[in-house]
């Protein structure tokens, strides 16, 4: 069954550091999404990613964090200034089209300290 | 603004009992309603989902939810749980009208079962 890969699975950086998550989607899905969850709290929408740009982005996806999809395979979220709080999973997620579920990867761990 | 609720925070049953995760939402337009499983140290596994139809949906692993719409709900439900089913439940929602495919989740149900 086709997977949704996300490297690394855990990284640790220091707060001010930019950090970038990679992921790669399914070869043949469309829309992209990162999602997160701090321990212990809901699972939170961050951005979504279709036609090569933001289709919508939370509150939480402020200018400190982008997305790209460079070379037509890969999905990275960036952080450019990581702080305490930003410590998470993050999850990245695709899906054919709208009328399908999503996959998601199995997600990155993030410590900030 | 849009919020799903699942009532139960942490559930401990025996082997062969019988499972029913409550989960209301609160967005009143057409949505699609899905539930996820998260085993311990893997990702998020699709168990699910709901668009329209037939309300009463038939998953994975013997899972099955009845979405019903004058109660905003959309619980989920196992005749007779395994030690394998022991995960974290995630029931999510999408408006059906969104073209992003946003997803809001509700906090999670952890489930223990006991062999």
């Known amino acids: 069954e086709p997977e949704v890969t996300q490297t690394p699975s855990h990284q640790v950086t220091q707060m001010g550091q930019e950090v970038i998550l990679r992921c790669v989607p399914i070869s043949n899905h469309l829309y992209f999404y990162w999602y997160r969850q701090i321990l212990g709290q809901k699972v939170e929408f961050l951005v979504s990613?279709?036609?090569?740009?933001?289709?919508?982005k939370s509150e939480i996806f402020d200018d400190q964090f982008s997305v790209e999809r460079p070379d037509g395979s890969n999905f990275t979220l960036k952080i450019r200034s990581t702080k305490l709080e930003d410590s998470a999973m993050y999850f990245c997620?695709?899906?054919?089209?709208?009328?399908?579920?999503?996959?998601f990867g199995s997600g990155t761990r993030l410590t900030v300290v | 603004a849009q919020s799903v609720s699942q009532h139960n925070h942490h559930v401990i049953l025996s082997e062969a009992a019988s499972l029913e995760l409550g989960c209301n939402y609160s967005?009143?337009?057409?949505?699609?309603l899905f539930w996820y499983v998260q085993y311990p140290g893997q990702h998020l596994q699709l168990l699910l989902k709901?668009?329209?139809?037939?309300?009463l949906v038939k998953g994975i692993k013997g899972f099955e939810a009845e979405f019903i719409k004058s109660k905003f709900s959309f619980n989920l439900r196992k005749p007779s749980v395994q030690w394998s089913d022991t995960a974290e439940y995630f029931c999510?929602?999408?408006?059906?009208?969104?073209?992003?495919?946003?997803?809001?989740f509700g906090q999670g149900t952890t489930l223990q079962v006991k062999p």
């Open positions: 999510a929602v999408e408006r059906g009208s969104s073209n992003t495919g946003k997803l809001i």
């Open positions: 990613f279709y036609n090569n740009e933001i289709s919508e």
């Open positions: 997620a695709s899906r054919q089209e709208p009328s399908y579920g999503y996959t």
């Open positions: 967005y009143g337009g057409t949505v699609n």
């Open positions: 709901y668009f329209s139809g037939d309300p």
